[in-house]
Structures are given as C-alpha cells and as structure tokens.
C-alpha cells in the first residue's frame, strides 16, 4: 500500500510565476490535509478538504493561495505570483473517512519549493 | 483541542530507553493522544495514539495516567535513528479533524 505521495518534491519558481503542488492520498483515504514548514519553524496548517469539497480553509493565507480535491486525481496546492516568502516544505497528508473512531493521518514528504 | 506541553529538548544514550512527557491537562474525554515523529528534511511520522489504555507497537510505547492529564512516549532501546523532534498532539476521535502541531521536544540521542 504506497504511501501519501507528493511532488513535485523539489520546485523552483522565479518570483511572480506560479506553483502548482500534487498529492495523491494513501488508498482508501479520503481526506487531505496541506501543512507549510516555513525554514527553522514549525509544521502550520493550511487547509483540510474532502472530495470536491473544503472543510476547512482557516490557515490559508487569503490572497494567491488555493486548494482543490477533485473527484478524480490528485490534491493540487496552488499557489499564484510567487513571492520568497513562500519558499518551504509543503506537506500533504491524508487520512480514512470519518467513521473510523481514532483514524490516523499518515503525511507525504513534502514539495520543497524555491522562490529566486 | 486541547493544549499540550512538552519539554523543549532532551538527550538519551544510544541503547537507552528515551521516555518523552507530554502534558495534557484540559483533555476532554473524546481527544486521542496522537505521537508524530519529524526527522530532519522529512514528512512527520506516526508513531502511536491512544485514548486511556496503555498501547505498544514496533516503534514505541504509549503509556498514559489514569486520569488522562499526561502521557509518556517511551522507545525501549533508542538508536541514533532516533534523533528526531517528537510531538504529542491531542485530537477529537471519529472525525478527521486537523492536527495542530507545537513545538515539540527535540530528542538528541547520542553514542
């Protein structure tokens, strides 16, 4: 059973490009959920989506940043007109459906992405 | 959730147990005990959870007080592997709601 799997896992973008960030959930799972790392600091939330749905979005910074959970394919972490701020570690993880009492979040890892 | 307190850094000699408190005291009776693991440059790893019961797998040990208000990860025999930054978050059970991270505790083991 592979893992939560990301990538790019190295991204470098020029400032005011965009970049576009893939996970793929373990099977079976359901949920995502996007961390950032920014250098030397700790793992912040972003964003926890369902299928075709956002649950809940209160770690996202309001402008340039977007995340979406197709029915079909990957998670996308979007990220529009670049800045140097953003360079970090991107973290995906996934966990089982609601109904399984204790479920556990298993995370990919990571998309390491430079701004220059 | 409900906070948590951990130590800011810890050493243990290779071959030792490691024993990581972790502090919980505002509990509620629906939160797990969750153990995450980041090794330098890498994803955060599941170790453990539990809810009262004490739990053991092939990475650790979970042991938890009676009263729920602390836990104490424990590695029976750290290698230096196992040099990583521990967290121990608390989360509500049969959602899959977000884990909130802290700054955890930074296990130096040594030879």
């Known amino acids: 059973n592979a893992g939560v799997m990301q990538n790019p896992r190295h991204l470098v973008r020029r400032r005011g490009q965009e970049a576009r960030l893939r996970c793929s959930p373990m099977?079976?799972?359901?949920?995502v959920y996007w961390y950032r790392q920014l250098p030397e600091e700790g793992l912040k939330f972003m964003v926890y989506?369902?299928?075709?749905?956002?649950?809940?979005e209160s770690g996202m910074p309001k402008e340039r940043f977007s995340a979406e959970f197709p029915k079909e394919g990957p998670s996308i972490l979007r990220i529009q007109q670049v800045v140097r701020g953003d360079s970090a570690a991107y973290f995906c993880?996934?966990?089982?459906?609601?109904?399984?009492?204790?479920?556990?979040?298993?995370f990919g890892e990571g998309s390491w992405l430079t701004v220059v | 959730d409900a906070k948590t307190t951990q130590p800011t850094s810890m050493d243990c000699a290779e071959g030792r147990a490691a024993n990581l408190p972790c502090n919980h005291s505002t509990i509620s009776g629906n939160e797990y005990v969750y153990w995450y693991r980041q090794i330098h440059s890498q994803g955060p790893q599941y170790i453990i959870h539990?809810?009262?019961n004490n739990e053991t797998n092939e990475m650790a040990s979970l042991i938890i007080t009676e009263d729920r208000k602390s836990s104490t990860l424990i590695l029976p025999h750290a290698t230096l592997r196992d040099t990583a930054v521990y967290y121990c978050i608390v989360r509500v059970s049969g959602t899959a709601s977000k884990l909130t991270f802290g700054t955890g505790t930074r296990l130096q083991v040594t030879l």
């Open positions: 539990g809810l009262k």
């Open positions: 989506l369902q299928k075709e749905n956002i649950i809940d």
């Open positions: 099977k079976g799972h359901s949920h």
């Open positions: 993880a996934s966990s089982p459906p609601d109904r399984e009492v204790g479920n556990t979040i298993y």
